[in-house]
């Protein structure tokens, strides 16, 4: 208002604009300038109505002292009677400085482990059968992808034989914690999130090397890995509680519905989330009533061990979780060819996932049952950024989900599809977003791109980067450091969305960015692939938001956020066509893939009972 007639006082014209359009956007934006014009706070308050000095009001704003942060309330270890709510684990407030403090400790301690030194050797990871640790003559070597000279573990190289023993081993205790109340199976999952818990910085510090994880992700990935326990150990009692209610019993008859193991599982995790996927799958299969086999990744056998150590610590029966390190053409092959396992859970690639599929499809001798086969498998994720989208929010989520962990999550951005209207402004913001990251060793805390994982994936992403110009236009190509397995955060206009290089999977920081003529155009480019797992819309129109929820062709549709970090119990994760099955990890229904209903029925009709 002070402005208002100063300007009459001048002569001058004065328009006041107002929102036209939808009642709830323009609502939304009334109560927004309300809340900003009348704040206490507020620099128009400030300025106008109490005359204070424009140097006074820009002096920067300084906190002399953080509050310290609150000590989590410890869950009991287990009261499988009263499982209460869950509560995703908090991730780490980097602002702290304890916080800071504690992890940069944890890192030199691993780090201290793994430098050159008289005697110094890399640690042994052994496999776990039938409750024996087993070392096999050959050994693989996981190596630091930041600095491939430097060897993070030696871990067995199992084959068929391990393979057979394990399976054999499994068979031996399935019936028993088959038949092992739900109570105390999540028991076990509560024990092992305390004992995680408990080494949490120490086990994210780790996969800054193994893993090549920055320190916030390694930090959320070992936070996903205490859900999973905590999640799984309460929805099994969920299940338990409500199987019994769950169907009709009219009068005269009595109907029970219980939930059973399959019977063994095998479980062949990734790389990219080294202790939570493995995790996820490995409890959801255990506290359904299966014992497990574990084949981790390769390139991470040292972080997948951990998991193994807190269920063991945790009182998983022998032979219940076994571990096989090993190469996935050897024993992973084994282990699902087996006519003894009945369920394979599996986290990769496309082709991979598809072959098991196919192989457990088709029953061998001495099977007895049809093998269910969890499989996620990937995806060429779009994210369309609307005409009127708030590019604030859009531009650094854009690059968070394309270049986080140097693009090597299956639900990273790979296609960025921007409508006409803003096309060149979200092209040049997001180039000069993307020239701001920082590419180095992950142990780095100021680090936000780290290597790639091997030196295939080095050389064939590499391989992407150089062919790039000939399919599309190259906006950006990052510097990145001289030793270690790193790939330059790229950007690659394309034209044709039917370029090999905006519809192959890539698994790596290149992102291809698509123009569209409107929101049917851009529509139709995100859904133009094969795969379904993850998508996402930066709009500030509800229609333009209710058609993506609806049409998005993804197991998960995020809405103007970033697209990946999907938390356990809040945003269960998983996709469908040539991405996975349809599961959803972390939700209500997982447990269900490892499970055999059965329906028990008794006629209550009848005179007494027989003596015993």
Not at 277 to 303: D, S
Not at 375 to 390: F, R, S, T, W, Y
Not at 508 to 531: E, I, K, S
Request: glycine letters at 8%; hydrophobic letters at 45%.
């Amino acid at each position: 208002e002070p402005l208002h007639a100063a300007i009459r006082r001048l002569g001058l014209r004065l328009r006041v604009y107002a929102p036209v359009g939808e009642l709830v956007p323009g609502m939304a934006y009334l109560v927004r300038r309300l809340l900003e014009n009348t704040s206490n706070e507020s620099f128009v308050r400030h300025r106008f109505a109490e005359g204070r000095e424009l140097d006074q009001l820009l002096v920067p704003p300084r906190v002399e002292e953080l509050p310290g942060p609150t000590e989590p309330t410890r869950r009991p270890p287990t009261d499988p009677a009263k499982p209460g709510r869950y509560d995703p684990e908090p991730t780490a407030e980097w602002r702290r400085p304890s916080v800071r403090a504690d992890f940069a400790a944890a890192v030199e301690r691993v780090a201290e482990g793994l430098g050159p030194g008289p005697g110094r050797r890399p640690t042994t990871v052994p496999a776990l059968l039938d409750g024996e640790e087993v070392t096999t003559g050959e050994v693989i070597a996981s190596v630091d992808p930041g600095r491939p000279s430097v060897v993070v573990a030696e871990s067995a190289a199992c084959g068929a034989a391990e393979a057979a023993a394990a399976v054999e081993a499994a068979v031996a205790v399935a019936e028993r914690w088959r038949a092992t109340p739900a109570e105390e199976r999540a028991a076990v999952l509560f024990r092992a999130a305390e004992w995680l818990r408990a080494r949490r910085a120490d086990l994210a510090a780790v996969q800054c090397f193994e893993a090549g994880k920055p320190r916030d992700q390694a930090d959320a990935d070992v936070c996903e890995a205490i859900d999973f326990c905590e999640y799984y150990g309460r929805e099994v009692l969920r299940l338990s509680s409500l199987s019994a209610r769950s169907v009709q019993s009219p009068p005269g008859e009595a109907n029970r519905l219980t939930y059973h193991g399959k019977g063994v599982a095998v479980v062949i995790a990734p790389w990219n989330f080294p202790l939570a996927i493995p995790t996820g799958m490995t409890t959801a299969a255990l506290v359904a009533g299966n014992p497990v086999i574990l084949k981790p990744a390769e390139q991470t056998p040292l972080v997948a061990r951990a998991l193994v150590d807190a269920l063991v610590a945790a009182g998983a029966p022998r032979g219940v979780v076994q571990f096989l390190p090993g190469w996935g053409e050897d024993v992973g092959a084994a282990l699902v060819a087996h006519p003894d396992v009945a369920v394979i859970a599996f986290t990769g690639s496309k082709a991979v996932g598809l072959a098991i599929n196919q192989q457990a499809a088709t029953p061998v001798e001495g099977q007895r049952h049809v093998k269910r086969v969890v499989a996620e498998m990937g995806g060429k994720n779009p994210l369309i950024v609307d005409a009127d989208a708030d590019l604030d929010q859009a531009v650094p989520a854009v690059a968070y989900s394309a270049f986080g962990f140097a693009g090597q999550k299956c639900s990273a951005a790979s296609r960025l599809i921007v409508l006409d209207a803003v096309y060149d402004q979200v092209v040049d913001r997001l180039v000069g977003c993307t020239r701001e990251l920082i590419v180095g060793h992950p142990s780095r805390p100021e680090v936000q791109v780290g290597p790639v994982i091997d030196a295939d994936s080095h050389e064939r992403l590499l391989g992407w980067v150089d062919r790039a110009a000939a399919e599309g236009t190259v906006r950006h190509r990052g510097e990145v450091p001289g030793e270690g397995w790193y790939v330059p955060p790229t950007i690659v206009e394309v034209d044709d969305p039917h370029a090999p290089i905006a519809r192959e999977e890539l698994f790596g920081p290149v992102l291809t960015v698509l123009r569209a003529r409107d929101l049917d155009d851009a529509l139709a480019l995100a859904n133009d692939t094969d795969y379904a797992l993850t998508a996402g819309l930066f709009s500030r129109s509800p229609a333009a938001i209710r058609r993506a929820a609806a049409e998005l062709r993804a197991g998960n549709v995020y809405v103007n956020r970033a697209i990946t970090g999907a938390v356990v119990g809040r945003q269960p994760f998983g996709g469908y066509g040539l991405s996975g099955v349809g599961s959803k990890a972390g939700g209500p229904d997982y447990l269900l893939q490892f499970m055999d209903p059965r329906v028990v029925t008794e006629n209550t009709l009848r005179q007494g009972f027989a003596p015993e």
